[in-house]
Structure formats: C-alpha cells, structure tokens
C-alpha cells in the first residue's frame, strides 16, 4: 500500500509560480512512475507530467509544456511539479500518482495509487 500526500497548492496571480509536492509512504519508491494530473470543474482529469522511477525520464503534457517541470527525490521520497508562468487555465484540483503497473502515462486508470489532491487557483 502506497499513501500520497500533496502540497503546496493556493492561491497565485496569473504569470506567477507555484511548487507542488508529493510525499510518498514506502520503501520501493524508487519503482514507481508517478505522475501529476489535474481536474477542473466540470472537465475530466487530465494528464500533467509523468516522471520514471528509476531513470527519471520524465514527460509533460503539451497543455504545460515549456511551463511546468517535473523531477523527483527518491531519497526523500517525494515528486515535485514545478509550475511557471501559470495561466487562469491552469486553475484545478492537483492530484499526483504513483503507477506499478505497465501501462500508459496518460491514462489515469493506469494508476494505482492516488492522493488527495491540492487546490490551484491562478486568478487573473
């Protein structure tokens, strides 16, 4: 059993940045890939960055490409999302998760694991 934990979501102007985290219970952390999604009201979850575990190749969505950043601490078993030049679109509910499982990045039901998310409201 795998707990996830997020942080760092709020409150932030249109332009600025925001660093989100993920503490991750567990000793393979190193295994799994964990990605970031997110859901706005009334739209489906979507797909924001995924980050390998043990090669830490990472992959973002094209919605964020260029602005966001993924990258991950396997010591301290936490995946970060960094976030620059946010946009009022980019308001969402912040989910991180953590895959086992060989099957797409892009696909939430190839998740495992899920946290609780973490609220990001960009306003502009």
Known sequence: QVQL?????GLVQAGGSLRLSCAASGRTFS????G?????????REFVAFIR???????????V??????SRDNAENTVY???NSL???DTAVYYCAAKTRV???YDARGYDYWGQGTRVTVSS
């Open 5 to 9: 934990v997020e942080s760092g979501g």
């Open 31 to 34: 295994s799994y890939g964990m």
């Open 36 to 44: 970031w999604f997110r859901q706005a009201p009334g739209k489906e």
């Open 53 to 63: 575990g043990r090669d830490g190749t990472a992959f973002v969505g094209d919605s």
């Open 65 to 70: 490409k260029g602005r966001f950043t993924i």
């Open 81 to 83: 999302l960094q976030m």
């Open 87 to 89: 946009k009022p679109e």
């Open 103 to 105: 099957t797409t990045i």
